[in-house]
């Protein structure tokens, strides 16, 4: 399912769920679509496909996806300051374009196994322009994390406040 077929199952001021992956994590997106399909929430929602082989395996697989191959995202680009950089501005990108087609958007890692729908908690804080989480877990182990490795990661309450803005229709 490009993009465009679920902007187009997603009304105005609806949800859609946009997530990214390459072939190095294939097996993690089917078992995040399989998840989104449980708590009946796959027709607003789509799989980036970063690379080829993951674009056959989820097609395979009857996966929403679409393509969006970029140069250099053909592996593990956690691994790589340059490819997790880069996957941030394809993220923006895109998360601009649901953006601009007056649809809010839940962008979530394919490592997330959603067991509920969270609609209900989203639409208790509608009035927030963007929302944020993060995957620290434990602030204690994000510390040793930032002893002992030379790029450290914001831990809650490093990160400087979010402002977006866009004219509501």
């Known amino acids: 399912r490009p993009l465009e077929e679920?902007?187009?199952?997603?009304?105005?001021?609806?949800?859609?769920?946009?997530?990214?992956?390459?072939?190095?994590?294939?097996?993690?997106?089917?078992?995040?679509?399989?998840?989104v399909e449980k708590i009946g929430m796959i027709r607003s929602a789509t799989v980036a496909?970063?690379?080829?082989?993951?674009?056959?395996?989820?097609?395979?697989?009857?996966?929403?996806?679409?393509?969006?191959?970029e140069e250099g995202m053909q592996s593990d680009v956690?691994?790589?300051?340059?490819?997790?950089?880069?996957l941030g501005v394809i993220k923006a990108e895109l998360v601009l374009r649901v953006l601009a087609e007056w649809r809010h958007v839940l962008v979530s890692d394919v490592d997330v196994l959603w067991l509920r729908d969270p609609s209900e908690l989203l639409q208790s804080r509608r009035l927030a322009d963007?929302?944020?989480?993060?995957?620290?877990?434990s602030i204690?182990?994000?510390?040793?994390?930032?002893?002992?490795?030379l790029l450290s990661w914001p831990r809650r309450g490093?990160?400087?406040?979010?402002?977006?803005?866009r004219r509501r229709p």
């Open 78 to 86: 956690r691994s790589s300051r340059t490819g997790f950089r880069k």
């Open 130 to 137: 963007a929302m944020v989480s993060s995957d620290c877990l």
């Open 6 to 35: 679920v902007l187009q199952d997603v009304e105005v001021g609806g949800l859609v769920w946009l997530s990214f992956a390459n072939s190095a994590v294939s097996q993690i997106a089917v078992n995040w679509a399989r998840h």
């Open 140 to 149: 204690k182990a994000d510390e040793v994390r930032r002893v002992h490795h």
């Open 49 to 69: 496909a970063l690379d080829r082989k993951l674009l056959e395996l989820l097609l395979s697989e009857r996966v929403p996806c679409f393509r969006h191959f």
């Open 158 to 165: 490093d990160v400087p406040t979010l402002h977006l803005s």
